[in-house]
C-alpha cells in the first residue's frame, strides 16, 4: 500500500513540475505528461506516447577536415552485415531499405564500417508510421534518417564527419533542394549537432497510439496545426508545412 502511495507522490510532483514548464506548447505538455504517466502505471505496452522535433537543412554544410585514413562511400549489398553491426539493424530491414533505393553512407577504418547514415528519396516516408504517422515529402526534398556509430566511435567525432559528408551528398549528387528529419524531443545533444550543421525546426509531431486509435499531431513553428487520426490498424497521414 505505501508502494502505491509512493508512485502517486511520485506521479503528482512529476506533473507538477511539468505542468510549470513554459518551453512547450499546451498539447506537447499533455504529450509528455502523457508519456510519462504510462511508463509509471507500466501502461506503456498498450498506450503510446512520442514527440519528435522536425528539422530541415536547405544547404550543403561545410566539409570537416580530419580522420585522414577514414573512408566515406555510398554502402552497397555487400555492406548488409557491417550496416546491421553499427547499431544492431535487423540485417531484413538493412537489405529491405537498400533494395527499396534507400542510400546509406558509411564511415569505414581499416575496413570495418563504425557508422553510418541513411537517405531516403521518394514522395513518402513510411518506416516510422507505425509509432508517428506516414507522412509525405515535399518534390526535392531528401529524408535523412537513422544515423549511428558503433560505441567505440561514439566520442571520436568520426560520426560528425560521416554525417556531413553525407549530407553535402545529398546536395550535391543527389540533387537534393532540402533534407528533412526527425529527431526525438529529448534528444538535446542530437539537435544541438544539426542545429550547429544550419538545421532550422519546421515543428513537431505528436503521436497517441493505442490497439483501436492511432493519432498524429502536426505543429508547425508558423503556427499550421494539422490533426490526422485512424482507426482499426489503419495509419495516419501527415505533410510537414514549410
Known sequence: MRQKSNTRKSLRSHVTEALARDDNSPVSRS????????????LNEHLAVRVSK?????????????FRDLVVRRATLDDIAGLSSVDDTPRSLVEARLQQGDIAYVGELNQTILSHT????????TEDAQFL???????GTVWSFNAAASPE????GLFVKVFVEALR???????????QCLIRGSHASSIGLHEKLGFRRLGRVLSLRTPWLHVARWE???GVRKTSTAADGAL???EFSR
Not at 54 to 66: C, D, F, H, M, N
Not at 118 to 125: E, T, Y
Request: hydrophobic share 50%; charged share 25%.
Open 31 to 42: 504529450a509528455q505528461l502523457a508519456r510519462s504517466a504510462l511508463e509509471r502505471l507500466g
Open 54 to 66: 522536425v528539422y530541415e537543412l536547405s544547404a550543403a554544410p561545410k566539409a570537416i577536415r580530419g
Open 118 to 125: 541513411w537517405l531516403h528519396k521518394g514522395d513518402v516516408f
Open 133 to 139: 504517422a506516414r507522412w509525405r515529402l515535399a518534390p
Open 153 to 156: 566511435a561514439r566520442s571520436s
Open 169 to 179: 551528398s545529398a546536395f550535391e549528387i543527389e540533387g537534393a533542394a532540402r533534407v
Open 220 to 222: 508547425g513553428a508558423d
Open 236 to 238: 495516419p497521414e501527415l
